[in-house]
C-alpha cells in the first residue's frame, strides 16, 4: 500500500485582459473543500490525513501551486489550498 497526497485550490482566473498590471481572482477556500469532498466521493478514496496549507509570497500566478488560495493580513499574503493524504 503506497500513501499518495492530492492538493486541492480555488480556481485562479487572470482578470488583468491586456494591461500591463496583474490581476487575480481567486475563488473561495469552499470551492477548494468542495472539489476534495467530490473526488473522495467519486473515487471511495480512503482519506489518512486532510491539511489546510499557507504558503507566504507566491506573486506570480505562475508560481501559484495547483492547490493554492489567496489570504492576506496587514502584513503577509498566504497562499491557502488544502492537501488530502491518502493510501492507494
Sequence with gaps: MTMKFRDFKPKVKDNSGTGAALILDIGTFQSALDAANLWQTQNSIDVIHIET???????????IPESSHHLSSESDTLYQFIRVWYKN
Excluded: E, R, V, Y
Design 53 to 63: 496549507i499557507c504558503l507566504p509570497d507566491l506573486m506570480d500566478a505562475c508560481t
